[in-house]
């Protein structure tokens, strides 16, 4: 148990990264920011700390990576997501719940490769 809640401690002090769900499934994207090809970018990383703070502010718990993990997704962004869900109406609920939050997110069926 001390190891799990380690474990989790650990993935709440990295600002800019969280867990997935899952790894297949269906994703509520609430960005994606052009991260000059892989080097990452000042303006991605306010960006993704901007659309942080905005999930967090209803609750939500944002993943982010880089576009090239995710199959389906284009490469060459830095992207914020949710999820990923089992189903496309749990990832509608999520996306209905921060919607006033995050106005343009989006969902995408994906599935994440990982590190």
Same mark, same amino acid.
């Given at each position: 148990?001390?190891?799990?809640?380690?474990?989790?401690? @650990?993935?709440?002090?990295?600002?800019?990264?969280?867990?997935?769900? !899952?790894?297949?499934?269906?994703?509520?994207?609430? +960005?994606?920011?052009?991260?000059?090809? +892989?080097?990452? @970018?000042? &303006?991605?990383?306010?960006? $993704?700390?901007?659309?942080?703070?905005?999930?967090?502010?209803? +609750?939500?718990?944002? /993943?982010?990576?880089? @576009?090239?993990? /995710?199959? +389906? /997704? !284009?490469?060459? /962004?830095?992207?914020? $997501?949710?999820?990923? #869900?089992?189903?496309?109406?749990? &990832?509608?609920?999520?996306?209905?719940?921060?919607?006033?939050? $995050?106005?343009? !997110?989006?969902?995408?069926? !994906?599935? #994440?490769?990982?590190?």
């Amino acid at each position: 148990m001390l190891a799990l809640l380690a474990l989790a401690g @650990s993935a709440l002090a990295q600002p800019m990264r969280s867990v997935p769900l !899952a790894d297949d499934g269906w994703w509520v994207v609430l +960005g994606s920011f052009d991260n000059n090809g +892989g080097s990452s @970018s000042r &303006a991605a990383d306010v960006a $993704v700390a901007r659309m942080r703070r905005q999930a967090q502010s209803c +609750g939500e718990r944002p /993943f982010n990576d880089v @576009s090239e993990k /995710f199959t +389906g /997704f !284009a490469p060459g /962004f830095d992207i914020s $997501v949710l999820g990923a #869900y089992p189903t496309r109406a749990r &990832a509608e609920a999520a996306r209905s719940r921060i919607g006033a939050y $995050v106005p343009g !997110a989006c969902i995408r069926r !994906a599935r #994440y490769a990982g590190e």
